[in-house]
C-alpha cells in the first residue's frame, strides 16, 4: 500500500504558481530523496504532504486519509507524518526531555512514565540521552537537528518529512545527522526528504525525485537520476552540485 | 608626541586662527561647571534651611505616620496594582489573541477596545465606574473599592499589555507554530503550550515597566472616595499631610514609592539586558 499519494497537486502563493500539477507516491517503507534547484517547489511540496500549506487543487492521500478532504481531521493525521525542519524548530523555552515529551503527553494523552520511556528510546536512539536535561540553545546545530528527528521519532509516525534537514548545519556536523537518518531508513521507515546531500540520495534512496519549476521532471531509482539522468536540465542541475565552480 | 602631530598637521597649512578644538572643549566644560556651582549657591542662599527642616524633614510628623504608612496605604497600594496588573495581564492576552484571529470582527473589537482605553486618562475611567450603578441600577461591583480599583487599572492596563503581548507572539519565529502543529497540536494548544511561553518572556521587561506606571496609577483611586482603611499611598501622604499641617508625609511617600519603583526599573533593565545578550 502506498504511504503518500499525490495526485495533480497544484499550489499558488498569490500569482506565483509554485507547483504546476505534481503526481507521485512513496510506497509503505520507501526512502524517496527530492532534489532541485532552490525556487523549484520541493519544499512547498514537503510542506503539503502534512498540509503546513494548502494545497490549491489536488489531492493529498496519506495512509488512506485524503487530508485534502474538508471533514478530514488534519490534526489526527499529523500525529503520524513526523516532520524535521531545515531550521530544527525546536522548543527553545523547554530542555530536550520536555522537547520529546510535550506532544506524546498533550497530544497522544500517555502516561508520564510511558512519555519518559519513549523519550528516552529515541534520545539513545539519535545518541543525545546525555543532553536530556540540556535547553537546545545549549547543543550544536548536529545536535538540536537529531533531537529534532528523537522529537518526531517518538510519535511514532508511519512516514517521516524532512525539509532539508543538514542545510542549516556546519559541515563537520553533517555527517551525524546523515548517519542517524541512514539508520533510521535501515529499519524500514518511509521518508521523504528534500535534500541537497547527494551522496546520502546516492545511497540510501530508493527513488530520487528531481523536480525544476513546479514540476517533477525525472523519477526512478538513484543510478538512473544520478548517474545517469534522462533529462538536460537534470544533467545541468546535477553537473552544477557535483562539480561546482567548474 | 601630541605636539609633534599637532605641529605637523599645522605646519603645512594655513596658521591656525584662535583657540585649538581641545582648548575650546576644556574651556566649554569649565563654564558649564561654574553655572552648576552658581545655581546651586544662589538656591542654598535662598532657601530657609530652619524651615525645609521643620517642614519636610520632621521627624516627629513622619514618625506618627507609622506604621500605616507601610501596614495600610503601602498594602493597599500593593492590593490595588496587583489585582489590576492580574486584570490586565489576563484581559490583555485574550485581547492580543482577538487582535491576530481570522476572524475578523474579533480583530475589529480588540482593536477599538485598545484605541479607546489607550487614548482616555485613568481619571476618567474611575469617574466613569463611579457613575456605572446609574446605568445598571442595583448594579454593584463584588469587592466594593477594591473590586472598582482593580477592575479601573486592568481596563486601561489590559489596553496596553495586549500590544505587548501581540508583539511579542509575533516575535515568536513562525517555525515554532509549525513545528507544533506538525505533531499534531491543534492551533489553540500550540499557542498555550509553545507559543505563548515564548512571547511572555519576550514581553518581560515592557511588562514590569507596564507595573510601574500602574503603581503609580493607582494614586488615582482617591477618586472613587475611599475610607480611612482603603487609603492607598498618595491620599494617605496628603490626609496626613492636612492633619498635621506639615508636608513631611507627602516626601515619606514619595519615598516609599521609589522604594517599589526604583528597584522594578532595575529589575525591568536587567531582564532587557539579558534577553539582548541571548540573542
Not at chain 2, 161 to 186: H, T, W, Y
Request: one cysteine or more; a neutral charge.
Amino acid at each position: 500500500m502506498s504511504t503518500v499519494e499525490i495526485r495533480n497537486l497544484h499550489k499558488s502563493f498569490g500569482k506565483l504558481e509554485v507547483l504546476k500539477g505534481i503526481d507521485f507516491t512513496v510506497e509503505s517503507g520507501q526512502v524517496v530523496c527530492v532534489i532541485g534547484p532552490s525556487g523549484s517547489g520541493k519544499s512547498t511540496l514537503l510542506r503539503c504532504v502534512n498540509l503546513l500549506e494548502q494545497p490549491t487543487s489536488g489531492t493529498v492521500v496519506v495512509d488512506g486519509i485524503d487530508l485534502t478532504d474538508p471533514d478530514a481531521d488534519i490534526d489526527a493525521a499529523r500525529r503520524h507524518i513526523g516532520m524535521v525542519f531545515q531550521q530544527f524548530n525546536l522548543f527553545p523555552h523547554l530542555t530536550v526531555r520536555r522537547n520529546v515529551t510535550i506532544a506524546q503527553e498533550r497530544v497522544l494523552k500517555r502516561s508520564k512514565g510511558e512519555c519518559d520511556h519513549v523519550a528516552r528510546e529515541n534520545l539513545e536512539k539519535v545518541g543525545l540521552i546525555d543532553k536530556i536535561a540540556a535547553y537546545p540553545p545549549q547543543l550544536s546545530g548536529g545536535q538540536q537537528q537529531r533531537v529534532a528527528i528523537a522529537r518526531a521519532l517518538a510519535m511514532n509516525p508511519s512516514l517521516m518529512l524532512f525539509d532539508e534537514p543538514t542545510s542549516a548545519l556546519d559541515p563537520e556536523l553533517v555527517g551525524d545527522v546523515l548517519s542517524v537518518m541512514r539508520k533510521l531508513a535501515e529499519d524500514g521507515m518511509t521518508m521523504l526528504v528534500v535534500t541537497h546531500e547527494m551522496g546520502f540520495a546516492r545511497e540510501v534512496a530508493d527513488r530520487v525525485v528531481f523536480m525544476d519549476g513546479g514540476v517533477i521532471v525525472e523519477d526512478g531509482p538513484p543510478e538512473q537520476v544520478i548517474a545517469d539522468p534522462q533529462h538536460e536540465r537534470t544533467r545541468e542541475f546535477l553537473s552544477r552540485v557535483l562539480h561546482p565552480g567548474v | 608626541m601630541s605636539a609633534v602631530s599637532e605641529q605637523q598637521a599645522t605646519t603645512p597649512t594655513e596658521p591656525r586662527k584662535g583657540l585649538s578644538p581641545r582648548k575650546k572643549q576644556r574651556i566649554s566644560r569649565s563654564v558649564q561647571y561654574a553655572v552648576l556651582l552658581v545655581i546651586v549657591v544662589v538656591l542654598a542662599a535662598l532657601a530657609d534651611w530652619g524651615a525645609i527642616r521643620e517642614s519636610f524633614l520632621n521627624l516627629d510628623v513622619a514618625g506618627k505616620g507609622l506604621p500605616e504608612l507601610f501596614t495600610v496605604a503601602l498594602r493597599n497600594t500593593v492590593i490595588y496594582t496587583l489585582s489590576g496588573f492580574a486584570l490586565g495581564f489576563v484581559v490583555g492576552l485574550v485581547l492580543a489573541l482577538m487582535r491576530l484571529s481570522t476572524v475578523a470582527p474579533y480583530r475589529w473589537i480588540s482593536a477599538i477596545y485598545i484605541e479607546i482605553f489607550r487614548g482616555l486618562p485613568i481619571l476618567l475611567i474611575f469617574l466613569m465606574i463611579g457613575s456605572l450603578p446609574l446605568a445598571f441600577p442595583g448594579f454593584e461591583l463584588p469587592g466594593g473599592v477594591y473590586g472598582s480599583a482593580a477592575l479601573g487599572l486592568g481596563v486601561v492596563s489590559a489596553a496596553y499589555m495586549a500590544e505587548n503581548f501581540r508583539a511579542g507572539i509575533q516575535a515568536v519565529p513562525k517555525g515554532q507554530m509549525e513545528a507544533a502543529r506538525s505533531l499534531g497540536m491543534p492551533h489553540m494548544r500550540a499557542m498555550v503550550s509553545i507559543v505563548i511561553p515564548q512571547a511572555i518572556r519576550i514581553v518581560l521587561p515592557p511588562l514590569t515597566n507596564q507595573l510601574v506606571s500602574l503603581l503609580k496609577d493607582s494614586s488615582l483611586v482617591l477618586m472613587l472616595g475611599v475610607t480611612a482603611s482603603q487609603v492607598e499611598l498618595a491620599k494617605f501622604g496628603n490626609d496626613q499631610s492636612s492633619t498635621f499641617a506639615n508636608p513631611t508625609p507627602i516626601l515619606a511617600t514619595g519615598l516609599t514609592y521609589l522604594l517599589i519603583t526604583i528597584p522594578l526599573g532595575y529589575v525591568a533593565r536587567r531582564l532587557e539586558a539579558r534577553q539582548g545578550a541571548g540573542r
